[in-house]
């Protein structure tokens, strides 16, 4: 039981395994911040739509269901998205379009489709936090080395000496742009699969 | 242990000495060119190009100091500034192929000799090591490994590692300045910056860039030596003269258009002498792996090579030069080409296969 929800952490990642959810995982990882907020937003909509969906899922009848999912997850994304407005302005503004955009994520319908229509309301809630987290956890590797070795921060915070700046290091400008974002997804991919064929 | 290290010992043992194994059983080709001899062919053809490098690193050096700009003390210098460049290209890519070798358990292939030899041509000669050394690894890395080593790369590997540099470090390598190497690093606007921006008294003249006595990477500016390397390549039949002449032709057609359009205020023959345009229609869109296969297909790669080069010069300020970008992406679109190509023989034959059969029946 428990190990059947740990699957979103690796085995099952959403990512890295059924390459869900890549386009936010290119576009808001250039820094560390927004990344983490991200992925705790996707996580709290994906664990809240599995629940209440979970509880409709005897009422709500099949051929609208995906209508419904829809309200349901645009009700949760719009909600997040005041509350980052409200609570940290600099990041919702950085963070643009990707959270409105979190309505479109595969994760999040893929969960409701696949669990959420089909079990009780206390696994659905799990099981969303579960496949937020693992997204979560792509989004915050990529953004680590993207932040690092882009613009030599973490959280805002330079974290490289700046007597490697006097030595001749540079900032790899290709970290900041997506294209890179996309290599590392691929090399956590690759990483990944080579890890699972060795078992 | 012998057989731990067996990638590397086996390639040890095929660079030095020739292997002893031969073909047995009843074979029908006899031919000498194997995959070593076609890469010393290049490295050879590239030569001429070299040691021209050599001098003109030190030649502009000295000029811009104000030493004394013989012969010998220009080639020492330029020497001195290439040695470490590709001693450091040849270790971190060969480690990379070596590891990868080693842990597939395949033969270490002789690809790598080609692209870490064009690595520090296309470098601007005050290029920091360790910048050479992560591009490299990229390339290898990204552009060959991932896709299963040499034969399978689908990108040019010494390009890629250009445009790595290129896209990571602006600063260094960017584009519209040249560098001169020296002390404090004097830079100036190329050729083809100058040009765009009107100062067309101050650009080379057309003689000066056929004989390549301007600033420049190491092994892009001689044209006279490319053209003696690509003579070499095409009589030993290593690259193919289609894919040459037709980047030269579409270059040059592109560039006829744009002058008369007003786009580009130099002449056409001009657009072709500058830069890396000759260097890469001659060592890098010719590559055997990464071009089109099809004979057809060849054509059409080569024309688009030649088209989009100039106009990514001519019509985008920020990439000025476009050759490498336009055989990188060409690169990609080659098994496209191919497979159109391919296609259309197909649909061809059928169809007269069925034409044949009406008439019969």
Redesign the interface.
């Known amino acids: 039981m428990i190990k059947e929800h740990l699957g979103p952490l690796s085995k099952d990642n959403p990512v890295l395994v059924q390459t869900l959810g890549v386009c936010s995982a290119l576009a808001v990882t250039a820094q560390l911040k927004p990344a983490v907020v991200m992925a705790l937003s996707v996580t709290v909509v994906c664990a809240c739509s599995n629940f209440i969906i979970s509880l409709l899922r005897n009422t709500i009848p099949p051929r609208i269901r995906i209508i419904v999912q829809l309200l349901i997850v645009s009700f949760f994304v719009i909600l997040v998205d005041q509350v980052l407005q409200a609570v940290v302005y600099d990041i919702s503004k950085l963070l643009s379009v990707f959270v409105g955009l979190i309505i479109t994520n595969c994760i999040i319908m893929g969960r409701l489709e696949a669990f959420a229509l089909s079990h009780k309301p206390l696994p659905s809630l799990v099981d969303g936090v579960m496949n937020g987290v693992g997204y979560g956890l792509v989004l915050v590797v990529v953004a680590f080395f993207r932040e690092l070795l882009g613009s030599g921060t973490l959280w805002n915070h330079p974290v490289v000496p700046e007597s490697w700046y006097a030595h001749g290091y540079l900032n790899n400008g290709l970290m900041i742009l997506p294209p890179m974002a996309l290599i590392l997804v691929g090399t956590m991919i690759w990483v990944k699969n080579w890890k699972t064929e060795r078992r | 242990m012998a057989k731990k290290f067996n990638a590397l010992i086996d390639a040890m043992d095929t660079f030095l000495r020739t292997p002893a194994t031969i073909t047995e059983g009843r074979c029908h080709v006899r031919d000498a060119v194997d995959m070593k001899r076609i890469m010393i062919t290049v490295m050879i053809a590239l030569c001429p190009a070299l040691l021209f490098g050599w001098w003109n690193v030190g030649y502009q050096h000295f000029l811009a100091t104000g030493g004394t700009t013989g012969l010998w003390p220009c080639l020492w210098y330029g020497f001195l500034k290439w040695l470490p460049l590709v001693i450091v290209t040849y270790v971190s890519g060969l480690g990379v192929e070596v590891l990868f070798s080693q842990i597939r358990k395949e033969e270490v292939a002789e690809g790598f000799f080609v692209t870490g030899f064009i690595i520090p041509m296309i470098m601007p000669p005050d290029v920091?090591l360790?910048?050479v050394a992560v591009a490299t690894i990229f390339a290898v890395l990204?552009g060959k490994e991932?896709f299963g080593g040499t034969g399978y790369n689908f990108l040019n590997p010494a390009l890629l590692a250009r445009a790595?540099v290129f896209?990571?470090?602006?600063?260094?390598i960017s584009g519209d300045k040249v560098w001169i190497s020296g002390a404090d690093a004097i830079t100036s606007a190329t050729p083809l910056a100058l040009a765009m921006n009107g100062h067309l008294e101050a650009m080379p003249s057309t003689w000066e860039l056929f004989l390549g006595t301007i600033p420049g990477c190491i092994g892009e500016t001689c044209k006279i030596a490319i053209l003696l390397g690509a003579a070499i390549l095409l009589f030993t039949q290593v690259a193919d003269w289609r894919i040459m002449l037709t980047v030269l032709v579409g270059g040059y057609a592109t560039a006829l258009i744009c002058q008369a359009a007003g786009l580009c205020p130099i002449a056409a023959h001009d657009q072709l002498l500058m830069g890396g345009f000759l260097f890469g229609a001659v060592f890098m869109a010719t590559d055997p792996v990464t071009a089109a296969h099809t004979r057809t297909g060849k054509y059409i790669y080569g024309m688009l090579i030649g088209v989009l080069a100039v106009l990514i010069r001519l019509l985008n300020k920020g990439y000025p030069e476009g050759m490498m970008l336009a055989i990188l992406l060409m690169n990609i679109f080659a098994p496209l080409i191919d497979y159109c190509v391919i296609q259309s023989t197909i649909n061809r034959r059928q169809k007269r296969l069925s034409n044949r059969k009406q008439k019969r029946s």
């Not at chain 2, 896209?167 to 260094?172: L, M, Q, R």
């Open positions: 920091l360790w910048i990204f991932v790595f896209f990571a470090y602006p600063s260094v």
